[in-house]
């Protein structure tokens, strides 16, 4: 059984930061992609950022420059520092990895509300 649990959201003012964190039952090294997903209310929910096995990163356009995806394998745990932050990045984050051969597998969300 392969959890993953979610920390780090909170209630943050405009142009603040918090960097949410995914720790993982199983070994990460073999994962072939990692990523952050966000889901706000009446909305669907949609791919963040996102890091690949060997490394490679990508972002949604509107984070870009903002926040920064990283893993640390040795704590079997993945990263998403969010710099300044806006109204809109207001949403639950989940984390999302995807192993060959143990599957894909979700966090159970963190809550990020922006606001002054």
């Known amino acids: 059984q392969v959890q993953l649990v979610e920390s780090g959201g909170g209630l943050v003012q405009p142009g603040g930061s918090l960097r949410l964190s995914c720790a993982a039952s199983?070994?990460?090294?073999?994962?072939?992609?990692m990523g952050w997903y966000r889901q706000a209310p009446g909305k669907q929910r949609e791919l963040v950022a996102i890091?690949?096995?060997?490394?490679?990163?990508n972002y949604v356009d509107s984070v870009k420059g903002r926040f920064t995806i990283s893993r640390d394998d040795a704590k079997n745990t993945v990263y998403l520092q969010m710099n300044s932050l806006k109204p809109e990045d207001t949403a639950v984050y989940y984390c999302?990895?995807?192993?060959?051969?143990?599957?894909?597998?979700w966090g159970q969300g963190t809550q990020v509300t922006v606001s002054s």
């Open positions: 890091i690949m096995r060997f490394g490679n990163t």
């Open positions: 999302n990895i995807q192993w060959g051969t143990l599957g894909n597998h």
């Open positions: 199983k070994s990460i090294l073999g994962a072939n992609a």
